[in-house]
């Protein structure tokens, strides 16, 4: 399952909340691959760089691509096995990441992939940020991550209507929260 969306859309949240059902309900490992903490904990490590990633992750800017792909492609041979449920949010952000995902879908062979599409309005998700208040949700940060996360989506969520691999969901995230996760677990066929 890939959680798609733009900032403030709850995919954190809701794919935190698969993974929780999916642990209480289901017998299969589960491993959920989030790019956004994966790079927070890296940029917390020594070294030069993670050093060299702090300023930019603070401008809410993407990282780059050897070093996303290095985190998630290390992931994945850490966590796979035939049965693994793969849950992934904030990735992919950009068409070279789109590509290295897809060859590594390809490699397991998975068969179908939900791409769960979580909309939202500006305003909502402007308001979300604001009162999460983590270090980089400065204004400034919030409008350059929704006109980013709007540019591109657009494209990677085409690409994944084109193939079929893919599957698309779409569910509006505007409900408080529970209300989005039974939307979510029923548009999987989970309950
Ligand atoms: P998130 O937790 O999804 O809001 O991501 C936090 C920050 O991590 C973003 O503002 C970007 O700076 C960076 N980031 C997250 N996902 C990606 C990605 N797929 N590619 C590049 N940078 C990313």
Redesign the pocket.
Known sequence: MIFLGP?GSG??TEAALIEEFLKKNDSRPVAHF????A??EFMAEDGYTAQRTRP??DR????PLFL?GGLFSNFLIRHMTPHTHLII??????DT?LILLNSALEFYDRKPVFVVYLSITDEVAIERLVKRGRA?DTPE?IKK?LRWTKEQNAPILSWFKANPRYQIIEVDTTPPILETNQAVLKALRFI
Do not use: C, H
């Open positions: 900032q995919k954190g989030s790019m956004g903490n790079l927070r930019s992750m809410g800017e993407l990282q996303t949010d904030g990735f992919p952000r950009m990441q980089d940060a991550r």
